[in-house]
């Protein structure tokens, strides 16, 4: 059994110094870590607080991606597509089921489809020029209904491998919103090709 909130706290508590600050994470003395270890500091950890607060759409009546359900650059019967805006990586996509689910009780069919779907995205991310790699998360702290991110990350800039990626992206400037826009509608036309769908 996982351990308890109050039990966890104390746990991490036992690595911290008297401030309640942890060690720097391993993966700051990476080579593609965007901070350098001198001067950084680990935020004090806090408490647990429970209950956790809701989510957003934890009542799909207040779901803001449920009143979006016919929005995006590609639909089908299940699931639609969105990018988002003001990035700094140059494309990032979500994909969300049409009807309010979350990954835990996601049909099995709807499942499926998801795996069949992240394939296909991620192929034609990659196909892109100057793109090496697409990476997928699914986080699902903030929001109750299912959203998986697709990143692109650059050609040739190594330093934006891995799971730093999402903390790069926060950091670069703002990518030409033109030049997402027309790789994003190149996405789209080679999944309905290779998947079915269509634009809304």
């Avoid at 040739?156 to 030409?176: H, T």
Wanted: hydrophobic share 40%; with cysteine.
């Amino acid at each position: 059994m996982a351990l308890r909130p109050d039990e966890f706290y104390a746990h991490a508590l036992e690595a911290a110094d008297g401030q309640r600050r942890l060690p720097l994470a391993r993966m700051t003395g990476w080579d593609i870590s965007p901070f350098t270890p001198d001067g950084l500091s680990v935020s004090p950890l806090r408490e647990p607080v429970l209950p956790e607060p809701p989510r957003h759409g934890e009542d799909p009546a207040d779901c803001r991606s449920c009143d979006r359900r016919d929005e995006g650059l590609w639909l089908n019967d299940s699931w639609r597509l969105t990018r988002i805006p003001k990035a700094g990586v140059p494309l990032i996509l979500m994909l969300h089921p049409r009807d309010h689910h979350d990954l835990a009780d996601l049909p099995d069919e709807l499942a499926a489809e998801l795996g069949v779907l992240t394939k296909h995205l991620a192929r034609h991310i990659q196909a892109l020029p100057n793109i090496s790699r697409a990476h997928v998360y699914r986080i699902g702290d903030g929001g109750a209904h299912l959203h998986v991110w697709f990143f692109a990350r650059p050609e040739g800039q190594s330093q934006l491998y891995g799971s730093w990626l999402v903390v790069w992206d926060d950091l670069l400037p703002e990518y030409p919103d033109d030049v997402a826009a027309a790789d994003a509608s190149v996405v789209v036309d080679a999944l309905i090709d290779s998947y079915g769908g269509r634009r809304p």
